[in-house]
């Protein structure tokens, strides 16, 4: 069972568009830096807003390591950002805030990765207002393989 007590989900919000933030950073990113992003787009559980929004957004599942290499590359390539927090939207009312594609990445990677049973003994090992809202929502939620694409 994966540890996700210092997983959180993020959303950076910019005062341009997707096309600006594509110009400012993917253009002008090496190699290296473009095989990374796209690794996260296309296997990490995020989402972005559409490419005709005046300001922009992504969504991001994600750790500690993962939001400092996404803070330093956006830093790098100066790009203005601010960061809202909805970790604790997940429990109380995920459909204000988080699409429905990412609630369907996220419900697919915790059903992979979490286990009722798993979940149990973390509440047996650091009581149940100790365990991640990731855990209370897969409990709350029952995520199962037949629920989790309807």
Known sequence: MIDLTNYKILKYKYNISSEEIE??????????????????TLEGINDTSSMDAKKSWDLFF??????????????????????????????D????????YF????DEFLYDNLDVDG????????GVENITPFEKYFLDNDINPDKKFL
Do not use: C, G, S
């Open 119 to 126: 979940v149990l003994d973390r509440i047996l090992d650091v």
């Open 62 to 91: 994600l750790n500690d390591d993962l939001r400092a290499k996404i803070e330093n590359t956006l830093d790098k390539y100066e790009v203005e950002f601010e960061i809202e927090d909805l970790t604790q939207t997940l429990l």
């Open 103 to 106: 609630i369907e990445k996220l």
């Open 23 to 40: 110009e400012a950073v993917w253009d002008k990113m090496n190699e290296e830096e473009i095989k990374w992003a796209v690794q996260i």
């Open 93 to 100: 009312n995920p459909e204000d805030h988080l699409t429905d």
